[in-house]
């Protein structure tokens, strides 16, 4: 996607152009981002993974401005030179560099008015030479917001004396001010050496008002009234430092490294002030902590990341090309989260509401890609990666291992294309890659959220193994794919389950046991003339999964499908109008429905 082509560019943020892309859905309700129905999307940054939860992830986007962006690449299949890590694919986003000789620098602001302001600015500065090249940037993003979600439920609740039916709606209003800074030298040392480094900094702050309300009816007939006002400050640092290299050696062959440094750090303390009575307004809950009118949860996590790899690519006669390397990546991951009642005038913990952790993962990978053209219009890539890693998960305060797991696994991956004639193409691939659970998913942290229930997270998760297999023809512009796909275990987050001492409901991600798919995709261009061109893109297909996580196991089928057009028209004396939107169909995740959503953009442009 070329981002700087689009007139709805400018005033955005790098997540609303995002989900503009085809087979991208974005739900701002569950903090996902999903690529042709499947949440295991790796997300880089000029070829760096962003390694940050799913919440900070969508913070980090949104407050980037789509003025510094100069293309987002989606690999549905990617080679073995990338990571096996993201069963859906992986989204690359590469921001603007200037390669002109000289001085430039260019300056952008926006401002906005949705529920409340918006408003953003970037300044980009750089200087190239025929030996260096200096650059930096600087970006500043501030959004008011609001978002609510509407759930009913039956449910078994022990705390409240057994079957229980809820209406319960959650209304957020969220206010971020993030700050990021970047810069970078390259140095052409001669001709066929560069070295180089580079940093990004980013600090954001989002103060959230939660207002949730519900009534609960213990059955038979026994009204239960909630009014919770819950207030938190979500405050991220992110520093990221590169150093890499690249040398030809020639005949062809380049050698590079690189080395980077990552280190993030995330507090997020949370203050409730909650009535929960029942139809006589007296005190309800059976005096359980979770019931008192005030509650604090504090949550404080650190992450750092250290990846270094060696890259070689060679020719191997004329018609083979060699890709080869090794890669280590080593984290470490430190999180300490609570939840406090007030009562009686004094702060106590309620048992399994507090947790201490700290994870450590260390991941070694090895692989080799041969391109081959075995005739004029015939191209064949065939890969193969190795990749092993440990995981340990330990609870400081009593020294146990809670997660102990070691995997090792082969990954191969085969693409195959063949020109039927000058305009036409066919393509088949077939990947199996892996989707692991991020920190959030396996530390056993508790947010509150009312009084009969808790989020948390789940450390007994498995990772996600995917074999994907895809047909597709492209002719004159137009592309056409199917692609069927088997996941085992695939990870599904917002699930509600019993807490574990089963008195509570915890909304927790879960393995289902499989889920099978087949896609269908058409992306078509149409020009009409100089004047008017538009372009569709509609992905559908049949989806089913099985879940045993609940008292009764079950299984889901069901067909979905997600569109999304552009039209861009030039106007006469300078004007030109671009109009785009999307609509996703209603889709499952796990036991959870998501109804169907869109949206609708325009934008009107003078030279």
């Known amino acids: 996607m070329n981002v700087g082509s689009s007139i709805l560019t400018k005033g955005s943020n790098t997540l609303e152009v995002l989900e503009r892309s085809p087979g991208i859905v974005i739900d701002r309700r569950s903090n996902s981002i999903s690529l042709n129905g499947k949440n295991g999307v790796v997300v880089l940054l000029n070829g760096k993974q ?3 939860s799913r919440g900070q992830l969508i913070d980090l986007l949104n407050s980037m401005p789509a003025d510094n962006v100069d293309k987002i690449e989606l690999l549905t299949s990617p080679p073995a030179g990338y990571d096996a890590d993201g069963n859906a694919g992986i989204v690359n986003i590469v921001l603007k560099k200037n390669r002109e000789e000289g001085t430039s620098g260019s300056l952008t602001a926006s401002a906005g008015y949705g529920y409340r302001e918006k408003a953003s600015a970037s300044l980009n500065l750089s200087h ?51 700050h990021t800074v970047m810069g970078g030298l390259d140095l052409r040392l001669n001709s066929g050496t560069t070295i180089g480094s580079g940093f990004s900094y980013s600090n954001s702050r989002t103060n959230t008002t939660t207002q949730n309300t519900g009534t609960y009816i213990v059955l038979p007939d026994s009204p239960l009234f909630l009014n919770a006002t819950i207030r938190e400050t979500n405050r991220w640092n992110n520093l990221l430092l590169s150093f890499y290299g690249e040398k030809n050696i020639g005949g ?15 507090n997020h303390p949370t203050d409730a002030i909650s009535s929960f009575v029942n139809a006589k307004g007296e005190p309800a809950g059976n005096d359980d902590t979770l019931a008192s009118p005030r509650q604090k949860g504090f949550s404080a996590t650190a992450i750092r990341v250290g990846v ?16 080869t390397g090794i890669k280590g990546t080593y984290t470490k991951t430190s999180g300490n989260s609570g939840i406090e009642s007030l009562v009686e005038g004094k702060w106590v913990s309620r048992e399994g509401t507090s947790s201490n952790m700290e994870m450590k993962e260390a991941i070694g990978a090895g692989y080799f890609s041969l391109t081959a053209a075995p005739g004029p219009s015939t191209s064949l890539v065939a890969g193969l990666r190795y990749e092993y890693s440990d995981t340990r998960m330990d609870d ?12 090792g696994r082969l990954f191969p991956s085969l693409f195959f294309s063949q020109r039927t004639d000058a305009r036409s193409e066919l393509q088949l691939a077939y990947t199996i890659r892996i989707s692991r659970p991020a920190y959030n998913d396996l530390a056993s942290y508790v947010i ?3 009084p009969t229930s808790v989020e948390s997270g789940n450390p007994l998760l498995k990772p996600t193994i995917t074999n994907s297999l895809r047909l597709g023809y492209n002719y004159r512009g137009y592309s056409f794919s199917a692609t069927l796909s088997r996941d085992d275990h695939p990870i599904v987050r917002y699930q509600i389950a019993p807490s574990v001492d089963g008195v509570l409901m915890a909304l927790t991600p879960e393995n289902l046991v499989y889920l099978n798919s087949l896609l269908l995709q058409a992306s078509v261009p149409v020009r009409v003339g100089n004047w008017w061109t538009m372009s569709y893109s509609i992905t559908a297909g049949w989806r089913k999964y099985r879940e045993d996580f609940t008292a009764t196991p079950a299984e889901k089928g069901w067909f979905g499908y997600s569109g999304n057009f552009s039209q861009s028209f030039r106007l006469p004396r300078g004007f030109s109008l671009e109009v785009a939107g999307w609509y996703h169909s209603g889709s499952y995740d796990g036991t959870r429905k998501a109804e169907a959503f869109g949206a609708l953009n325009s934008g009107l442009k003078k030279n």
Do not use: C
């Open 50 to 52: 962003l390694r940050m």
């Open 128 to 178: 190239n030479s025929k030996r260096a090249e200096v650059y930096g940037s600087y970006s500043y993003s501030h959004d008011r917001n609001e978002g609510s979600w509407h759930a009913i439920s039956t449910q078994d609740l022990p705390l409240l004396g057994g079957p229980t039916s809820a209406d319960f709606l959650s209304v957020i209003r969220p206010s971020s001010n993030s």
């Open 252 to 266: 062809g062959n380049r050698l590079s490294f690189d080395v980077d440094l990552l280190d993030y750090k995330n």
């Open 308 to 323: 270094g790899k060696l890259d070689f690519k060679g020719q191997l006669g004329r018609s083979i090309q060699l890709e």
């Open 396 to 407: 400081p305060e009593n020294g146990k291992s809670v997660v102990h797991r070691r995997l």
């Open 448 to 450: 509150y959220t009312g």
